[in-house]
């Protein structure tokens, strides 16, 4: 219970200062915040049994890495505001993310009905490896099979958003190369 | 073997490469992108661990170690020279944002 407690803290803090990293205002902040990252997945190193690997992630990114950064930072003058908008930009690598991961789940289930052998290689893997998804997620592909309508719509949800976008940035361009 | 099942860790190395692409697509500062190239090499180097912890049971092959060494080694040399470039350009256009590089085009 006391490892399972740990691990989770572990990923959470992972992935919270790889977001800081991208979020965070000031870049002294963001190099903070990828001090902490570093850290952190040397910690995971060591719960993989590579100690090695963790004193050289300690070494090289929490040392070395972040000096140069922030030898960078001091030599070069802050600039605000830094970023502006990214919010919606941010929602959408979500949204899109999220779209690709249930289209991924679908394919890989049907694949007697669809052509494309990548579900074999990781059916492959995973025997090899003696590893099952298990109950829950055979459920949840049965059940986005059943409504596999749904994952057509996502589909095309996700194509027109990217014909969107691409449409967008052409016109940023355009109207760039005007001024 | 640890508690956690390992596709949520195999997750989150995807993830942390997903959010280095993030910053290298979206943000403009140039110290920032660094560090989003740095953070996709570290979560392809945790990813390349886990799969190996994955696919052997509980270790992790001494083959994979020494080429995460390797890559680790990498990734300070890409750093100092990024940071070199970052520099330079400092110098030479007085800003870290990465549009203003756009003056570079013929």
């Not at chain 1, 070494?59 to 802050?78: C, Q």
């Not at chain 2, 190996?52 to 890559?71: E, F, K, N």
Request: with cysteine; aromatic share 12%.
């Amino acid at each position: 219970m006391f490892d399972l407690i740990i691990e989770i803290g572990l990923i959470i803090g992972i992935l919270a200062s790889a977001v800081y990293v991208a979020e965070a205002k000031p870049i002294s902040r963001a190099i903070g915040g990828f001090i902490l990252f570093s850290v952190l997945v040397a910690i995971l190193y060591l719960y993989l049994n590579c100690p090695y690997l963790a004193g050289s992630q300690i070494a090289i990114y929490t040392g070395a890495v972040a000096g140069l950064m922030l030898l960078g930072m001091s030599i070069t003058k802050p600039e605000y505001p830094e970023e502006e908008g990214t919010n919606k930009v941010l929602l959408g690598f979500i949204i899109a993310g999220a779209l690709i991961f249930v289209s991924f789940i679908v394919v890989y289930y049907s694949s007697p009905y669809a052509p494309g052998i990548t579900s074999e290689v990781i059916s492959e893997v995973l025997a090899r490896a003696q590893i099952g998804f298990g109950e829950l997620e055979k459920f949840l592909a049965n059940y986005l099979w059943n409504y596999r309508g749904f994952d057509v719509i996502f589909q095309a949800v996700m194509v027109i958003a990217i014909a969107a976008g691409l449409s967008h940035f052409f016109k940023e361009e355009r109207e760039a190369r005007k001024r | 073997m640890t508690a956690l099942p390992m596709e949520i860790y195999f997750a989150v190395g995807l993830s942390i490469l997903a959010i280095g692409l993030y910053i290298l697509s979206v943000k403009r500062n140039i110290l920032r992108i660094v560090l989003g190239i740095e953070l996709m090499i570290t979560g392809a180097n945790m990813t390349f661990v886990i799969v190996s912890y994955w696919l052997t049971g509980g270790s992790v092959d001494p083959l994979i170690r020494s080429i995460i060494i390797v890559s680790m080694g990498l990734a300070s040399i890409v750093a100092a020279l990024s940071i070199s470039f970052v520099i330079l350009v400092y110098k030479v256009f007085g800003t870290r944002d990465i549009r203003k590089l756009r003056e570079l085009k013929g």
